[in-house]
C-alpha cells in the first residue's frame, strides 16, 4: 500500500493543482469550452484514483482469507462504478 499511498497522494496534490486551475480561469473570465475540458480532466484524474484505490484495497482483501465473497463483490461493484 505504501507505493500505491504514494502515488495516489501524488496524484492527489496535481487534482488539487487543476481545481486551482479552474478557478483561476472562472477568475479570469476564461471561455466556457475550456472551463469544461478542465473538468473533464480532473473528474477523469479523480476516477482514476478511485479505481487505483480500490484495486489496492481488493488485492489485499482477496489475501486475506477470512473475507466472504460478497465483500469480494461489493468492492467490484464498486470499481465498475468508478470505471
Do not use: F, P, W
Not at 5 to 23: H, S
Not at 35 to 46: D, G, K, S, T
Amino acid at each position: 500500500m505504501d507505493s500505491t499511498k504514494d502515488r495516489v497522494l501524488k496524484n492527489l496534490r496535481r487534482i488539487d493543482g487543476q481545481i486551482r486551475g479552474i478557478e483561476s480561469m472562472i477568475s479570469e473570465g476564461r471561455s466556457c469550452s475550456d472551463i469544461l475540458y478542465q473538468i473533464v480532466a480532473a473528474r477523469e484524474a479523480l476516477k482514476r484514483v478511485g479505481v487505483e484505490i480500490a484495486k489496492d484495497h481488493i488485492c489485499q482483501r482477496a489475501l486475506d482469507s477470512e473475507n466472504s465473497e460478497e465483500e469480494i463483490e461489493k468492492i467490484i461493484r464498486i470499481i465498475a462504478s468508478l470505471s
